[in-house]
């Protein structure tokens, strides 16, 4: 559900911790935040923005989990938000990005 994706988000944004509580350690989301050296804009199971390649208005230091249907769970650090938006026309998305962080930085 959209609910749970945003828990999976907010812990990864939390460092692996949930309810104060360490489920994953922070070394693996570190390492899951490092890129791939095949794919910069790719971690363990994530997507990096790193350059902005992915969805250029999200700030850089943002990150995504990306699944079937346009599920996507954006992770943005910088505002320390998560967002999930399910069904999305992928065409669309981007926009949709920066619509968002417009209406959050106003």
Known sequence: SSLDQTRIGQMLLDDGRHQGRQLISSEWIRRMRTPCALAPFYGYLIWLNLE????????????FAIGAGSSITWIDPQRQMVVVVRWINPDHADAFFAAVGEAVDA
């Open 52 to 63: 902005r390649s992915v969805f250029p208005s999200a700030p850089a230091s943002s990150f």
